[in-house]
């Protein structure tokens, strides 16, 4: 590795109790990298000796490897596909079913945006029908801080960049520059901490169950090391009903068809589980 990870992953451990094992090599590799041009294109090895004297540093490189970037609709033909196959159809064999409620969980949501984006769908769906259909959403993160601003809903405008005019008139209130969530759909989503890769709870705890029928993780997987990123699906299936969607970030596919699952719709980053599975 060119940036010598494994010695700094060693170092934060016996020196500082830190444990980023768990992260991608080449994902920590790259953090390191832009931390060596922070600190003045410092050479990797007087890097190690930085981290060993100066715990600033350590923050900073933690602080790196956290990366809760989102913004709403973020991968357009994902949503693109979801508003119009995902969800008629998982509405269409709701009804055939004699269920009326959708149950949807954004594990990772960070501040929301991925969450209230598919509420805002599944609000023009209903508004658009005269069969409507219930639905709740849970949100999770493991990240208080984030799921603070999703539950208060307030963005900032490079947030809302892919949003349509028409969307933005219909479910935001603008206060200055920031743009708030209607309360009508902010209401619509339950936000509350879970992380995925502790074993228990094994769902999120205010869905009781999990038994979702939509799940979406995006974003999220490639940070983490194959056996870790295992853990976390294997989480997710255990949450998701037979025939349920798994939406994941573009570049995370590949992982997705190495783990037992397909893709639904070419380059769609939208799964569902092999039946083996
Ligand atoms: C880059 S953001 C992705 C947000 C959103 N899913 C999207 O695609 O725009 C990654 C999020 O994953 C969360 N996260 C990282 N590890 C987690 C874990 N083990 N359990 C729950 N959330 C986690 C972070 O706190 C962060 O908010």
Redo the contacts with the bound molecule.
Sequence with gaps: MKNCVDEIMELLLVSYQLDIRGFDPSFVDKSVGRRLMACNNIASVNYLELLKQSREEVTHLIDSL??????FF?NPLTFAYLEQFVLPQLKYKKRKGAKTELRIW??????G??AYSVAILLDEMNQESAEKIGYRIFA????ME?LEKARLGIFKPSSLQKVSLKRIQCYFVQNNENYSILPSIKKLIDFSF????EEQPASPAPSIYGNFDLV?????LF?YAPAFRKR?LDKLRKNMSTDAFLVT?ETEREILMKNGFSEVYEHSSIFQRNLHN
Excluded: K, P
């Design positions: 956290h990366i809760s970037y989102s913004e973020r954004s594990a990772a949501c960070a501040s945006q991925e999770t993160d493991n990240n984030e879970f992380d995925l890769l979406i993780c995006s974003n999220l940070y976390i970030g």
